[in-house]
């Protein structure tokens, strides 16, 4: 009995080391949901026009895949897209989520029934599952059955020959911890653990390297999750499933402070790392959190644009070369920048500094805001910064993308960041209308302003008694220095601070004591992050677009294809498009002037060129929908000019007929593009050289090719030259159309082969194309960089 009292004692004594680990110093927090409401502005009327779409959707048909693969009758048929098409169920997860949002920022009686329907019916599921299982993923139990026996085939995007399923399931994992966590409900924290303890029980046969092997394959962010679970529950086994399911493979180099995110697809590391923030939370890990913490400082100074998103064509591209951010459609990812809003708000709660509110505000407003149709609420995927292209919008019946599950929560949380508080500080974020409730308090704080309209907001506070309280005003590093201005009931405030910091106000308040800040909003220019020519035009953290037509928007409102989240018209010459003349050596926005006083329309005549664009009106970008836009234009001189334009006509004309002979391109190597594409494979890998995304294989890969209106004649490959003892076949439907033994002789280039399709095949007259690239024994495929399906010149 001794000897039993002991190990309860210590039992409990760990208990009490890992649940109270950070309770030594006082942490700030941002506020609940619940208590801050949203009054009427931009936000406030995009986070209702979400509710709106949200309620479109039948929660039967997201629930569809769940049901069928536990054996039970569905109500009714899956959703189109990505629902039906390998990561069945994965909108499910985002829609408790955002369920949980609505209800506590809105209140909405509607949305928490739904939730607590949707919770009901996979209750159901993970009773006929009868081991703790929840998911959508096709072939559950063939799938989960593999890996648990130690049958691990992983890729960047699969595992064992299925769309990133753990990617899936995080979605439900994290959907689950919302609507106990947002919306309060303990069914869904009892789900939660027993779905959590499906995993330890999954994976218990694994070693730490087969774990890590099965992390290869895209995951979300697992290792998050499982970190909250051990908060939520104080036990220590959920940490250490946290720990287990963190990727050393990036964990490692970020610790090390070394850059190795060239290449990488962005979305399926932003989430690891806010899992190692999540572990560093609980569990005071410094190794965790400077990990975290260099990745968002490499991230935000080095690979982002004026708006606050990153990524071209879902990858990071190089640090020092944004050429690609210019030239391609498949622009900033909005996943990637609901997850970096993510990181940084535990980041800030880590360290209050306002470089994080900085750059918060500066994602929000010109990416998120923007990223939502103000009328219809879809979504949009990619946001091209190439000149003059345009925004694809999602729509409820067809469209089921990542960038919609992640939109339907992007705008129900629009209220989160605006205050953060410890127990005696009050941090004001954002400049954003809003009433915060702060109950252990017995206070209310009133934020009126017309911001970004109005240059200025004012606090009033609502107290039952004077009470002691530190308020902590952002002082933003966009306001210039002697400019920021605050007064309490009419009275300036003296401070030292310099712009970029905390104005700390500390007084014993009263019942409607006011406090007003002034925040004087300049022009500015910002470049591209690798210091080439192209700036984008800022007002205050506002970012400036302009509208430049509405031909050609082809798929404006996406369909249910699986591109159809790009935007795919026409691209404009880059040659054609208008460019900042400058013939001095001052900043471009000395030329920029603003319209009306009343208005944010700015002009910039001045310097616009050629002279068709000088009428165009510069307005915040998140203003700007269902149209052709320009963010970033490059500066020139008359001198470089001339040769730009000259280069630039014949680049441009190269790559038009290029794309007038293209049918249809794959970018192998890359996720939505190879997916978009039914990418099939069988010991194939992936890489990077030069930027540049690749696939081979000691077994075979596949794509499916589009091929609409039966003018296939060739398929073109793009090869490295280097590439050596590299002898496969290829096939098209099945058809040999070519045997290749590359010998590395071409050099250090990248080159093109046209294979001509052969008359069987041409005389199928087939829809789609299957191009097949088979290793002879013995050898490798070559690595391939680019297949395109073309027509005849």
Same mark, same amino acid.
């Given at each position: ?5 002991? =190990?309860? #004692? ?17 942490? #700030? ?8 409401? +949203? ?39 899956? *959703? ?6 390998? $990561?069945?169920?994965? #909108?499910?997860?985002? *829609? ?36 703790? =299982? ?38 439900? =994992? ?10 309060? $409900?303990?069914?869904?924290? /009892? ?59 990036? $964990? ?8 190795? +995110? ?9 989430? @690891? ?14 190794? *965790? ?43 900033? /990812?909005?996943?990637?920048? *609901? ?20 750059? &918060? ?91 970004? /309209? /109005? ?15 530190? +308020? ?29 910091? &905390? ?53 404006? &409102? ?15 010459? $880059? ?87 293209? #049918? ?49 004649? @060739? ?15 290829? =096939? ?24 001509? +399709? ?36």
């Amino acid at each position: 009995m001794k000897l039993f009292s002991a =190990y309860k #004692i210590c039992l409990l004594m760990a208990f009490l080391s890992f649940g109270l680990m950070h309770a030594q110093t006082e942490k #700030i927090r941002l506020f609940k949901l619940q208590d801050v409401q +949203l009054t009427e502005s931009p936000f406030r009327k995009a986070m209702l026009t979400d509710l709106h779409y949200m309620k479109e959707l039948e929660p039967d048909r997201l629930l569809a895949p769940f049901l069928k693969e536990a054996g039970l009758d569905p109500k009714a048929e899956n *959703y189109p897209n990505w629902e039906n098409t390998g $990561l069945d169920g994965h #909108i499910a997860g985002h *829609y408790l989520t955002a369920l949980a949002q609505m209800f506590a920022s809105t209140g909405d009686q509607e949305a928490l029934d739904r939730l607590k329907y949707m919770l009901d019916e996979l209750k159901k599921v993970q009773e006929a599952n009868g081991n703790g =299982y929840i998911g959508g993923v096709p072939g559950s139990k063939e799938l989960w059955k593999e890996i648990a026996n130690g049958q691990i085939d992983a890729g960047s995007f699969s595992l064992n020959d299925r769309w990133v399923p753990l990617y899936n399931i995080h979605k439900t =994992y994290a959907g689950l911890r919302d609507a106990y966590e947002i919306a309060g $409900l303990e069914q869904a924290k /009892e789900m939660l653990i027993d779905f959590t303890d499906w995993m330890i029980e999954e994976t218990k046969n694994l070693s730490k390297e087969q774990i890590q092997e099965m992390l290869k394959s895209e995951h979300g962010g697992l290792n998050e999750v499982f970190a909250d679970v051990a908060r939520i529950t104080g036990d220590r086994k959920y940490l250490d499933l946290a720990y287990n399911f963190s990727q050393k493979a990036l $964990l490692k180099p970020m610790e090390d402070k070394k850059d190795i +995110l060239n290449g990488m697809h962005a979305n399926t590391q932003i989430p @690891k790392v806010i899992g190692f923030e999540t572990i560093s939370e609980v569990d005071g890990n410094k190794d *965790y959190h400077d990990a975290a913490t260099y990745f968002w400082n490499n991230v935000v100074n080095e690979r982002t644009v004026a708006i606050g998103g990153n990524s071209v064509r879902e990858h990071f591209n190089p640090a020092d070369d944004f050429s690609s951010m210019i030239n391609s459609v498949q622009g900033p /990812e909005t996943c990637n920048t *609901y997850n970096m809003l993510k990181l940084t708000e535990k980041l800030f709660e880590a360290h209050p500094e306002e470089k994080y509110s900085a750059y &918060y505000e500066k994602a929000l407003y010109n990416h998120i805001l923007s990223s939502q149709h103000p009328d219809t609420g879809g979504f949009v995927y990619f946001t091209p910064m190439r000149p003059e292209h345009y925004r694809v919008y999602s729509q409820p019946e067809t469209s089921f993308w990542c960038c919609v599950g992640s939109g339907m929560e992007n705008h129900g949380k629009y209220n989160e960041f605006i205050y953060a508080h410890t127990n005696e500080d009050l941090y004001v974020n954002l400049f954003i209308p809003s009433i915060l409730t702060w109950k252990d308090k017995n206070l209310r704080l009133i934020q009126q302003t017309n911001f970004p /309209e /109005e240059q200025s907001t004012s606090l009033t506070l609502k107290l039952e008694k004077p009470q002691q309280l530190n +308020l902590m005003l952002r002082y933003p590093s966009w306001v210039n220095r002697g400019e920021y201005r605050v007064l309490v009931n009419g009275k300036p405030v003296d401070f030292k601070n310099e712009a970029g910091s &905390y104005v700390s106000v500390k007084r014993r308040w009263k019942n409607a004591d006011k406090v007003e800040i002034k925040l004087p909003m300049h022009i500015s220019s910002e470049a591209l992050p690798d210091g080439s020519d192209y700036n984008a035009l800022e007002y205050g953290p506002i970012v400036l677009g302009a509208k430049t037509g509405e031909k050609d928007l082809k798929g404006l &409102y996406a369909d249910a294809s699986r591109g159809g989240h790009i935007p795919e018209g026409k691209k404009i010459p $880059l040659s054609e498009t208008p460019l900042f003349l400058n013939k001095t050596s001052q900043d471009i926005s000395q030329f920029v002037q603003k319209a009306d006083d009343s208005k944010l329309q700015f002009s910039a005549s001045e310097i616009l060129y050629p002279a068709k664009f000088k009428k165009l009106e510069f307005v915040p970008f998140y203003k700007i929908h269902d149209s052709r836009y320009v963010i970033y234009l490059p500066v020139e001189t008359p001198e470089s000019l001339a040769k730009i334009e000259k280069k630039g006509r014949e680049e441009e004309v190269k790559e038009q007929k290029l794309e007038v002979l293209t #049918i249809d391109k794959v970018a192998p190597g890359e996720q939505q593009p190879e997916s978009d594409h039914f990418i099939k494979s069988e010991n194939s890998n992936i890489g990077v050289n030069q930027d540049r995304h690749w696939r081979d294989a000691s077994g075979w890969f596949s794509y499916e090719l589009k091929n609409n209106n039966h003018e296939a004649e @060739k398929v073109r490959i793009t090869y490295f030259g280097l590439d050596s003892d590299r002898k496969f076949r290829i =096939y098209v439907n099945d058809i040999l159309i070519a045997e290749e033994n590359l010998d590395g002789s071409k050099g250090y280039t990248f080159f093109t082969e046209d294979y001509m +399709l052969p008359k069987e095949v041409m005389a199928e007259n087939s829809e789609k194309l299957t191009v097949r690239f088979e290793a002879m024994e013995g050898f490798r495929t070559a690595g391939i960089y680019g297949v395109r399906l073309m027509k005849k010149e």
